[in-house]
């Protein structure tokens, strides 16, 4: 009788403890060849000088070193930190917008499609739109500044504001991506609480802070996760306006460490993955914080 | 690195004379038809070059019917990154470059092969003007197929309006700057916001005031940046600065978005390459309307020297035809063929061979003129210094053209891009 128990194979015995392991291996596998290894290799590249043609030599801390002490490196990092907090503007920005347009008059799906025009055409062309449009001589920032007797602005070429105006830039495509998520939002509202809230006497800035708002909750968090991100893939958009210039200024993370590894100057991989490293240690503490939220929620529900 | 082999004004024109011997001697001689396969990598993606290289090509394919001649014509950007790639993997028989330390890099990985076998004397003195930026280690790497000069391309209409003549030495230039200036015409134009353009004006600014030789131990790394001649160059540049020289927002444009300045008759000067000659005809300036001088005179006594980038055939060390490649590179290097790619209707630019024929177009003849007397030739900023080098440099002269006041800030950051590279 015993024996019978022990013939059962291994597979029969451990099938309900095995399962589901198998069912995570494929991505496991994947998720440690395209994201834990490289995540490893850029750590040990950035001990390393490397052209990417000759040897490696192993140099220890020296790229970090350099990075400590390298002004273009700070810059990029400010401007990082500009672009995370200004492209947040892109969420009330996009609720503005959301709201104005959630009304019912005739074709209102025509302005609906409009105002989210801007994130349907690729963030390169918004660059070239942008440039030619704070161009000083022929743009027309320029001639409607002329209007009222201001300007010429370089905006581009001016390093102090440049940034700003590469995240101008930005946030048009960007708001409106945050408005057509509020858009469904609102659809979503409960209309008996509306209701309800009006009986109760509250309207405007109230009825949207109290009533709207709480239910608009899981849009805003989407359109923070996506601003976020969207605020860290800036690269684009400062390739094409500015290539990080003026003499540096307006580069972000990112585009540094594309310009010194990977560019027509650059094979410094060593230094790049330095810099990819920082990167990465700083989106940590945003994916941190995101995973602890969502554990958090779920625990809660 | 690279030294100077002699002045190369006498052997340029005395060559010439026996152009009909010497270019028998380039053209295959064995009069045998090439076999097996010839693998051709082309960083040539613009139209009239690419035709150019294809008719070339198809040429040697005439004079070789049995070989099997398979050309890949890459974009020229996307060909600077990829050129790393199919070096070490899968290389071609032949690949197009630049001379002087751009290609440094390649031939201290090994992936270039030697092929100072070409370089016999009489390759040696038909490419003489070129054969120091082909040369390191003392060995040659490869061959130069064309050239083109820099220098100052004007507005002949609004100088001859405003009775100004070519300048020859600086105070004359500072003269017609400020001349262009009273009449409220931008003196010069220029697009910095790629940075090389800028590299220009410090190459020649460099040369002039302190000539050839301590502008290639600078971009050698062998004299600090906090040199005093360094500021010395600087200084001039600053004086350019200080009479309002350049166009306004110049960080905004690229050198092709700095041209309607010049076509619209805003601007006078250009310091650019003869590549910058179609553009403003296409533009619809008459040969009439745009003039060339060369930079003017700083320091004087200094010879002249000139920037004059070349691009090169080389051999992968990789190759697996390196005989077809071999004779594909002395074909290229012919006086006929170069006089053929380099003309007018191809690639408008100037042979290296010097037994070549120059079209009769006006800039070729006067670039012509002025490489054949300059005292020796740079291949221009960014290829003549290393690249880490140049990246930090130029940017610091975009720099220094809008924040004067922070020199000593870009110097000492240069100076120690310079310490950590020649450290390394």
């Known amino acids: 009788m015993t024996s019978s128990k022990s013939n059962r194979s291994y597979w029969k015995r451990n099938q309900i403890a095995i399962t589901p392991w198998l069912f995570l291996l494929p991505a496991m596998i994947m998720f440690a060849l395209y994201v834990v290894w490289p995540i490893v290799q850029s750590f040990n590249l950035s001990l390393y000088r490397w052209d990417g043609l000759g040897e490696a030599r192993y140099i220890g801390m020296q790229n970090y070193e350099e990075l400590w002490y390298d002004d273009a490196f700070y810059t990029s990092l400010w401007n990082n930190v500009l672009w995370l907090v200004l492209y947040l503007l892109a969420i009330p920005a996009g609720l503005l917008i959301a709201i104005f347009l959630n009304q019912n008059v005739r074709g209102i799906r025509i302005y609906k499609s409009l105002f989210f025009f801007p994130f349907v055409i690729s963030q390169v062309v918004v660059g070239l739109v942008f440039t030619w449009f704070y161009d000083p001589s022929f743009g027309l920032l320029n001639i409607v500044l002329g209007w009222v007797g201001l300007g010429p602005i370089a905006v581009l070429a001016n390093n102090e504001i440049a940034t700003y105006g590469i995240i101008a830039a930005g946030l048009w495509p960007q708001t409106a991506y945050c408005m057509i998520l509020y858009l469904t939002g609102l659809n979503a509202v409960d209309p008996e609480q509306i209701e309800a809230a009006r009986l109760d006497g509250a309207k405007g800035g109230k009825m949207l802070w109290y009533v709207i708002l709480p239910q608009l909750r899981p849009a805003t968090f989407i359109a923070f996760v996506v601003t976020v991100i969207g605020a860290l893939r800036s690269f684009d958009l400062v390739s094409i306006m500015t290539d990080g210039g003026p003499f540096g200024s307006t580069r972000v993370l990112a585009f540094y460490m594309f310009e010194v590894a990977l560019s027509e100057y650059g094979f410094r991989m060593g230094y790049g993955a330095a810099i990819a490293v920082v990167l990465f240690l700083i989106m940590l503490i945003y994916i941190s914080y995101f995973l602890i939220k969502m554990y958090r929620d779920e625990r809660g529900v | ?424």
């Open chain 2, 1 to 424: 690195m690279f030294t100077l082999s002699g002045p190369l004004a006498k052997s340029l024109i005395t060559v010439a004379a026996s152009a009909v011997v010497a270019t028998s001697a380039f053209a295959q001689t064995d009069g045998e038809s090439l076999t097996g396969d010839l693998r051709i990598f082309l960083d040539t993606s613009n139209p009239a070059p690419r035709a150019t290289m294809e008719a070339m090509i198809a040429e040697f394919q005439e004079m070789n019917p049995e070989l099997n001649i398979e050309t890949n014509v890459i974009d020229r950007e996307a060909y600077k990154t990829q050129i790393r790639n199919f070096l070490t993997a899968n290389a071609p028989d032949v690949a197009t470059w630049y001379a002087g330390n751009r290609m440094l890099p390649f031939v201290e990985a090994g992936l270039f092969e030697d092929v100072s076998d070409l370089w016999d004397d009489e390759m040696s003195e038909a490419l003489a003007s070129t054969k120091p930026s082909m040369t390191i280690d003392g060995a040659q790497w490869g061959v130069p197929y064309t050239y083109y000069q820099w220098g100052v391309y004007y507005r002949e209409d609004i100088f001859a309006d405003l009775g100004l003549g070519e300048p020859t030495t600086w105070d004359e230039f500072l003269n017609v700057i400020n001349v262009l200036n009273e009449n409220d015409i931008d003196p010069v134009t220029i697009g910095t916001k790629f940075l090389w353009t800028a590299g220009g004006w410090f190459d020649y600014l460099n040369l002039r005031q302190n000539g050839y030789e301590f502008h290639m131990d600078l971009t050698n790394g062998e004299v600090a940046w906090t040199d005093q001649r360094v500021r010395d160059t600087f200084a001039r540049w600053g004086e350019l600065l200080e009479a309002d020289t350049f166009i306004d927002n110049h960080a905004a444009y690229s050198w092709q978005e700095a041209l309607p300045f010049m076509v619209n008759g805003d601007a006078a000067m250009y310091l650019m390459g003869n590549f910058a000659v179609a553009p403003l005809r296409e533009a619809g300036l008459s040969d009439d309307q745009i003039g060339f001088f060369q930079f003017p005179e700083i320091t004087e006594g200094i010879p002249m020297a000139e920037d004059a980038p070349t691009d090169t055939f080389h051999i992968p060390a990789q190759a697996e035809n390196k005989d077809n490649a071999r004779a594909f590179l002395r074909f290229v290097a012919s006086a006929d063929v170069q006089s053929e790619i380099n003309s007018g209707a191809n690639l408008g630019q100037l042979p290296v061979n010097a037994n070549s024929t120059v079209d009769d177009d006006k800039f070729l003849n006067e670039g012509f003129e002025m490489l054949s007397n300059a005292s020796a030739l740079a291949q221009f900023f960014d290829r003549d210094a290393p690249a880490e080098v140049a990246a930090a440099a130029m940017e610091g002269f975009q720099q220094f053209m809008v924040q004067p006041e922070q020199l000593d800030n870009i110097l000492d950051r240069l100076e120690r891009v310079r310490q950590r590279v020649n450290g390394g």
